[in-house]
């Protein structure tokens, strides 16, 4: 039996993590992306167990709707990337505001 | 000490340990093959939840989709490294006093909140049936049906904004102008030349 409170840590240590990602690596867009998958994951860390302890499946359906979010977010911000680099060679995020348009 | 216990912390820490790797190491490929590690140890944990649906979509979307997609873009992109590390040493005191205030901050009201939870999370859901994927398609289907379609159109949604940010215009390729058709006049196309030589 593992007590729910190791899950709660765990998840809050990861969504820490991924805070401090966002500051740390203020200039790698690309790194910026994976820190907030990494806090997206942690969030559905805690409907799990939130659900689980409710024992109530609305958290594990909440999951699924976030996983489809987050896969087409990822995919319009690697595409933004992409439309950066091409115009600017760089994907820096201080160049983001360059692209107008 | 039960056998769960020993795989929770197993996974708990190496989960820990790749996502820092994830926000320190400084080649993005290395970063995203620790991401994909990250989401392969919480496949396990969220097994250990009983969500076993949600742990198989984890691996097959995550680390067989979106981590793919990431890692075609990190390929594509010529990035100078060294330009990009240039502020981590700066911003390093700033990224370590905020993950200690949050992480200080949460672990400190989750156990004042959760600590004497005595009853086992790890339980099996029925709805109708102990097969966790069928629980949840039933409640897909029926409850959340709106929610699920409204999932199918953000998903489109992405495809095309996605598509449209990328498409190069190719200008080999031979295509009608409707509305330069329709604004062309006859002056724009027929030229009247008098004749010169006719009048010697």
């Keep these: 039996m593992i007590p729910m409170l190791y899950y709660l840590i765990l998840s809050s240590l990861l969504f820490s993590i991924s805070l401090a990602g966002i500051f740390l690596n203020r200039k790698n867009i690309l790194i910026l992306l994976m820190s907030i998958e990494i806090m997206f994951l942690s969030i559905n860390f805690n409907f799990i167990i939130f659900g689980n302890f409710l024992v109530d499946l609305t958290g594990q359906i909440f999951v699924f709707f976030i996983l489809t979010v987050v896969a087409a977010e990822s995919a319009i911000g690697l595409a933004l990337i992409v439309v950066l680099y091409r115009n600017k060679q760089s994907i820096n995020v201080d160049d983001i505001g360059k692209l107008k348009g | ?200």
């Design chain 2, 1 to 200: 000490m039960e056998i769960e216990l020993y795989v929770f912390f197993l996974f708990s820490f190496a989960l820990i340990f790749s996502a820092l790797r994830v926000i320190t190491v400084n080649n993005p490929v290395k970063a995203a093959i620790y991401l994909v590690f990250c989401f392969f140890f919480s496949a396990i944990l969220w097994l250990l939840l009983n969500a076993e649906f949600l742990s198989i979509i984890l691996i097959l979307v995550y680390v067989g989709a979106v981590m793919v997609l990431f890692l075609f873009v990190v390929m594509m992109l010529d990035i100078n490294l060294a330009k990009i590390q240039e502020g981590f040493v700066n911003y390093f005191p700033v990224g370590l006093i905020v993950f200690f205030v949050m992480a200080v901050l949460l672990i400190f009201f989750l156990s004042d909140q959760f600590s004497n939870m005595d009853k086992n999370i790890i339980q099996e859901i029925t709805l109708i049936g102990s097969n966790n994927t069928k629980n949840l398609g039933y409640l897909l289907y029926t409850e959340f049906i709106l929610a699920f379609e409204i999932a199918g159109i953000i998903l489109l949604l992405g495809i095309i904004a996605a598509i449209t940010l990328t498409h190069k215009k190719n200008i080999l390729t031979k295509y009608q102008n409707p509305s330069e058709q329709v604004k062309a006049t006859k002056s724009d196309r027929l030229k009247v030349i008098k004749d010169e030589g006719q009048k010697q």
